[in-house]
């Protein structure tokens, strides 16, 4: 047997129990709002087939697949010549799988699938891990968990209301109040492309202003102008971008900006309409903020785009979605539009741990560890744990006939909150001894009087 | 864009929301019980290194590794010479990653990893997907979840009794009651060994009797006789297996049969432990049975082994396990005993739904369907919603302006018990009209009063 020095791929990461708890807190807290909302539970393979995820996520995003190699003898249909051409060309040979890269993918192809069973409009929830061959980095991870509400089969705005209702009540629910959810159409974006005299040029447009933020002016600048910008479309472009105020006001200066253009105008049209819904559908204030520069890199949203961020964290968005037209159109169902957002959960976590949001979390850990005296002593602790476990209680009874001391110091280490010692005066007594780890207070009664000990005094 | 029949990969499944609701069911019930009994929650990527993977699972099984392509250029480290001598050797060149093949080799791999951070004994339980290259048929997958329990650091045959106790009350809480649980122990095995003249061919024997259920006693002779055994042997061997009566039948019997053997009487002693402690910790019935045919086939077992059939259902077990004393070895932690059990959630939801055993779900589905009347009711509409939803009631809307009708069909196709109907007299009236879908009943009132009866008369 050969030693090895454990490791985990890069990338990736084990959850132990102390973040399971945090994660799952997370996680059920999106889960029960999505419910709420009517939102239903999908899940769908982590393995795909390559056919279904290339060519929806730009080239970049094909690059970062993680294929799976055929089973069996791989090589069976490869010639020496397929070889010598190089890797990009002897891949389709090879593997025919990869894993999913994003939910709203197999999402759609589920729904082209399915189609004669949907009720549409068709509402669903899926939390699934996710992989991406990217680099990584802080807060960014090879794979990792989306969390996905979507709509599909309704062109309603309403729906893009309920969305900006949905983040408010998740967000407000987690405790994360200083968030800004940024909002823009990509009809805007067609319009502003229009404006500066580039109409053919808005997808390099999207692109670009994508990394404002991340790049700064200048660098987006350059790039446009390597991609064939004029000096005077690019300033405009930026003039167009710098325009402020409340959403209001950016609203109605925007819309004698892009007046000629049709696209934009009904983007701006489309923006003001949904602000309209949501302001009579949101619980509380919402913190909607139309952004005329949010741009979404992926290439399959048609409408609406939100994103997520939280103020004073340099963490990037934890979530961001969008409408998109024609997604299922690549598995032969055309002329169904939806609309959905995706919380990273993975971002939402680091944020709450920065800012201490996270509530004690103590029910999840044994309430009460049953320890042996010794060997004499067994039977009659089994019995005891049966008894505690048929009242409900979480029990666990530690396993070998080690010292007191130690089997005190399993319970201490993992936040066990009581002790159960029983010993031949407490079972000759029909006792049972209880010790409280907080205070250290030791106290003898009956079981039922302990059951009731443990319930009544739960450590805050 | 090229349109597509799209397809997921042969043995992969989507879990739609019928489904969904029903396998949470069963992953909350197995969940609730694993916490009652002090296991913490662990996940691990579904990314594994290849060393990691490889060695644990016997020759078969690491062929049945689903195995990734490196990323980028995956031939810039392959000769043409590499090529040249087959698949098997060009793997390790362009393949170092691999999809999780079980749950608890990964468990191990933390184990050691953590070696310094974990209180020992560590109770972990393990809900995750694990992939196998296997040749998809009734029942079995590439792609499938195992619910896993496992302790490691102990030795006591407290853990195993625990096990069974687990067994038995989340089986029970099912309403899976005609179950056996199969329970052998490998030095028991060792000692058939001994006993039939073959003490160096435990693990041979363990492989062809694995196999006596599904190909029967003539063709494990003849396997059996091809790996060098003597028909001597054999005879002996099926003797022993033959043994019948109650566990303490075969005990008090086998006991006689194996005291030559050290092993054999240490694992017979072993069971008679473990059954003592059980009756003293299970609530109710237990329903083990000492099998000392059952071999199970992972390698890295060494103690007691566990195996779970449901009678009367030609399905294989729902789920199975055993001690293992020397898996994190490998990983360079010698000497730390484990014991783990393993539910295949596939297969007892084919069981609760053959056996008719899954409750009617209703509350995960929403409670009330506003619909919309026409444009000018839209912003009415919503504040009700926002309004029902702030009350606790789960809500959608339909979001589009279509005949009532139409909402209504969709409300009965989702099984949804309630619309609320709100015309331009409604609104007027400040009333609600709420129609009970079941009955076709319709009554009007005021919010709160639709709130009530919305709650208190939830359709069975």
């Known amino acids: 047997m050969v030693t090895q020095k454990p490791a985990i791929p890069k990338g990736t990461r084990d959850f132990g ?27 769908t393979p982590a393995l795909e087939n390559i056919s279904v995820l290339t060519g929806n996520y730009g080239d970049e995003g094909d690059q ?63 939390i699934q891990p996710v992989w991406r061959a990217d680099n990584p980095q802080m807060g960014r991870y090879r794979e990792f968990y989306q969390c996905d509400a979507d709509v599909i089969g309704s062109e309603s705005l309403i729906c893009e209301a309920e969305i900006i209702s949905l983040i408010n009540q998740i ?31 808005v997808a390099v447009l999207c692109v670009a202003i994508d990394k404002l933020e991340k790049i700064g002016q ?51 049209k489309a923006i003001q309409q949904i602000f309209a819904y949501a302001d009579n559908l949101v619980i509380g204030d919402h913190r909607v903020q139309f952004d005329p520069s949010l741009a979404r890199g992926l290439s399959y949203y048609t409408g609406a785009i939100f994103e997520v961020q939280v103020n004073n964290q340099e963490i990037g968005s934890i979530g961001g979605g969008g409408r998109y037209d024609d997604l299922t159109s690549i598995f032969g169902l055309p002329g169904v539009s939806g609309v959905g957002f995706s919380f990273g959960v993975d971002r939402v976590y680091d944020v709450m741990e920065k800012l201490q949001l996270f509530p004690e979390f103590q029910n999840t850990q044994s309430q009460v560890l049953v320890t042996i ?16 476990r048929k009242q409900g209680l979480t029990v666990e009874i530690f396993p070998d006939t080690v010292k007191l001391k130690k ?9 066990i909150p009581f002790v159960i010692i029983l010993g031949p005066d407490e079972i000759a007594n029909n006792q049972l001894t209880l010790k409280n780890m907080a205070t250290g207070h030791q106290t003898s009664q009956d079981l039922n009087t302990t059951v009731n000990l443990i319930n009544s005094t739960q450590s805050k």
Chains 1, 2 share one sequence.
């Not at 490869?78 to 994003?102: E, F, M, R």
């Not at 959810?181 to 492309?193: D, E, F, V, W």
């Open 218 to 268: 200048e660098k987006v600048s350059r790039e446009l102008e390597a991609k064939g910008f004029t000096p005077n479309s690019i300033t405009r472009l930026f003039e167009i971008l710098e325009v402020s105020g409340t959403n209001q006001e950016i609203l109605s200066k925007l819309s004698q900006l892009l007046k000629k253009s049709t696209p934009g105008t009904e983007g701006l």
């Open 407 to 415: 089997q005190l110091n399993h319970a201490h280490k993992k936040s």
């Open 17 to 43: 129990p102390a973040i399971m708890v945090r994660r799952n807190y997370i996680l059920e807290t999106i889960k029960k709002t999505y419910q709420q909302f009517g939102y239903l539970p999908l899940e």
């Open 64 to 126: 970062l697949l993680f294929k799976i190699l055929n089973s069996g003898d791989f090589l069976s249909k490869v010639d020496k010549a397929d070889i010598d051409q190089g890797y990009k060309k002897l891949l389709p040979k090879i593997s025919n799988k990869g894993l999913k890269y994003d939910l709203t993918v197999p999402f759609a192809r589920f729904v082209a699938m399915n189609r004669h069973e949907i009720n549409f409009p068709f509402k669903r929830y899926q």
């Open 171 to 201: 967000l407000n629910q987690l405790g994360i109040h200083d968030f800004i959810l940024k909002m823009n159409h990509r009809s805007i974006l067609a319009g502003i492309s229009e404006e500066i005299g580039a109409p053919d040029k």
């Open 373 to 388: 005296f010794d060997d004499t002593t067994v039977i009659h602790a089994l019995q005891i744990v049966r008894e505690l």
